[in-house]
């Protein structure tokens, strides 16, 4: 059996793979000398794609599957794996994906979005297991420990990012539905010894008909197990009303999370946009149809797909005039909040409202007030109190505020992010059921054809090691609080484990629903006091955006540990929602602005893992160095920035190879590293003026990468690693 490699780097996509074909040469060739191997993991969307289709491909061709294989190394205690943000597709991103690679030769089949084939079923779910969030469900054996390094905090501290400023008359909102959401259907219960081991769901319609609509579940004592609904019309007369109700000078716009959450999110999202082309569609519904149009698929697709037709494009601009001014992703090119599913990101688009003084871009390219509409109560009043807060107290003083950590419930596919397998869209009006194997209902809902329905869970191992690693860094950090809400049900069901682990522990930590702790928080961190906030999988997402962009001016910089369940360590880097409009820049003018920051901090704690559990001192003197390195980068505002002749990727990670080397060479722990980086260093420092000058000289001109989700290696490598002089130091 082949040894495990000490140090295993992902391949992802987009920006932070053109960041990882500069940065990762560099961490081979310091890890070498120290006897650290590393090797790199597929775990991109094309690389997902081919995996799963390697019979329909060439030997050559064919890939490994890399995700399937780190799934079971996550679980044992040798893991030492650094996560790079990877794409959660939409059906729009998979499909640009699965042109691409059959323009590339690859005898891929198209994604058939209704099937009506074996074949074409076949393909489907093999389509639909990679898209979403394929991968951290996989990976992620281990609960969250998210904070800012100390280096990062005192920068942007010294360094602030620009708030917005806030009016107490400030229009901008948050609207969600009055009721018959998840939040208001759920229910919940925790497992008992009788009721563990097998399960399905069901469906059984007005005719008394049932159908499995999910077969083999299989739930373990101490599982909490939830189920709940979100009713189609009551949504769609939501989103009604408030179009209707939108102000003259504000915007509107939907705040969801259709990549991660791959079912139940593009449903939501295909009402809103059906809702508001609802005269259009009533106009032309016949023709959309004959054109294959999905409105799940958003307006981006209707445009493509209507091109060249004069009457649909006019009326659809009518339309489109008729309805209130839309929050803009891309004003100066067209996109708007509904053009395409993946750009629906809350954790992102929320925090960069709320950042800019509850300002969204309207298509005028002008900054307005902005409706928010986050339809289900389960999250949306973080937000919302978040807007009352701001509107109340004025901007974040980024200098003096102290900082927000999170302690996340997310392993074993914990909560809402597990249920993508489990969700449903109700076929008719009947009844879905969970049925123990026992014939015992665990949970039922009366549904109508349309409605939304999932079932997710949170097995009582992960809760367990959630609670206990919460109350670590509560004693650590001094305030926080446990983010539940005992209205909820689910959250209920948690309480019944958390009140008995803090008191066996001898510790008081607060219980809160998440709009009072969202309110403590900000106080807290206002007073100048660090925080943690331990929460759920889903809060554990929008909060390790929402702070880091408050404090930080970016969530890419933060420090993500997840202390993997068995003993091993997964080290992610940060979010990459930016990541299209870095690469757009490299291909129109060679410049790469994304901000490795978060895998500085990463590499510093895989290597820091390694001396701690696996007695490698040399990591540990890596590790050390790997800090110091990223302190003076800071100190010396060698950080990427947006233009053209500054600073960018690949110039940050000469600086930081060499502030590495000197950190090396200057150390007294290793004299064998010492002696070895003290030629490497002074070689970067005397050949700076030429090494800088080969990174930069085709900047400011197109740049062909051979493709966007599967580019070209060697094209790649040419644009990232441009500098002769550096590669030949570095080796």
Known sequence: MAQTPDIIYTKVDEAPEL????????????AAPAGISMETRDISLAGRVLAVFADHLTEQQRVSDDLAALGELVKTPDANVIKLPNISASVPQLVATIKELQSQGYALPDYPEEPETD???????????????????????????????????????????????????????VASMSGNDFYANEKSDTISAAQAGAAKITFTGADG??????????????????????????????????????APDVLFSVHLKATMMKVSDPIIFGHFVSVFLEDFIAKHGAKLD????????????????????????????????????????????????LHVPSDVIIDASMPSVIKAGGKGWGPDGEPADTKCCIPDNCYAG???????????????????????????????????????PTTFEAPADGTI????????????????????????????????????????????????AFWLDANRAHDAELIKYVEPALKEAGIE???????????????????????????????????????????LGTSAKMLSIVKLMQGGGLFETGAGGSAPKHVEQVTEENHLRWDSLGEFCALGESFNFLAEEKGRSKAGVLGAAVDAATQQLLDNNDSPQHRVGQNDTRTSHYWFARYWAEALAAQGDDAELAAHFGPVAKALAENEAKILAELKADEGKPAD???YYHADPAKVAAIMRPSATLNAIIG
């Open 19 to 30: 960041a990882r074909a500069s940065l990762e040469p560099i961490i081979r060739a310091f």
């Open 119 to 173: 074949a074409e079923r076949d393909a489907k779910a093999r389509y639909d297991s990679v898209k979403g969030s394929a991968v951290n469900p996989v990976l992620r054996e281990g609960n969250s420990d998210r904070r800012s390094a100390k280096a990062v905090k005192a920068y942007a501290q010294a360094n602030p990012h620009r708030m917005g400023e806030w009016s107490s008359d400030s229009k901008t909102h």
């Open 209 to 246: 008909a049932e159908t499995v609509l999910k077969d083999g579940l299989s739930y373990l004592e101490g599982e909490v197990v939830d189920a709940t609904f979100m009713s189609a019309k009551a949504l769609r007369k939501f989103i009604a009303a408030e179009i209707a109700s939108t």
């Open 290 to 337: 004959a054109l294959g149009w999905n409105p799940n698929s958003g307006i981006g697709d209707l445009e493509a797909r209507i091109a060249g037709d004069a009457d649909l494009e006019a009326d659809l601009a009518a339309t489109l005039k008729a309805r209130p001014g839309m929050y803009m992703v891309n004003s100066d090119r067209g996109i708007s909040n």
């Open 382 to 420: 973080v937000y919302d109190e978040t807007i009352n807060y701001f509107k109340e107290t004025g901007k974040l003083d980024v200098t003096t505020c102290g900082a927000v950590s999170n302690v996340g419930l997310m392993a074993q596919k914990a909560e809402e992010y597990g249920s993508h």
């Open 433 to 480: 059921r969970i049925v123990l194997a026992s014939g015992d209902v665990l949970h039922e809902h009366a549904v109508e054809a349309g409605d939304i329905w999932r079932s997710s869970t949170a097995k009582k191992a992960p809760i367990l090691d959630w609670i206990k690693l919460g109350i670590a860094r509560f004693k650590a950090t001094g305030a926080g």
């Open 509 to 551: 930590i607060p219980i809160m629903a998440p709009r009072e702790a969202t309110r403590f928080s900000f106080e807290t961190m206002r007073a100048g006091k660090d925080c943690v906030t331990i929460t759920g999988n889903v809060l554990r997402d929008y909060l390790t955006d929402l702070f880091p962009i408050l404090e």
């Open 705 to 707: 990468m051979g493709g």
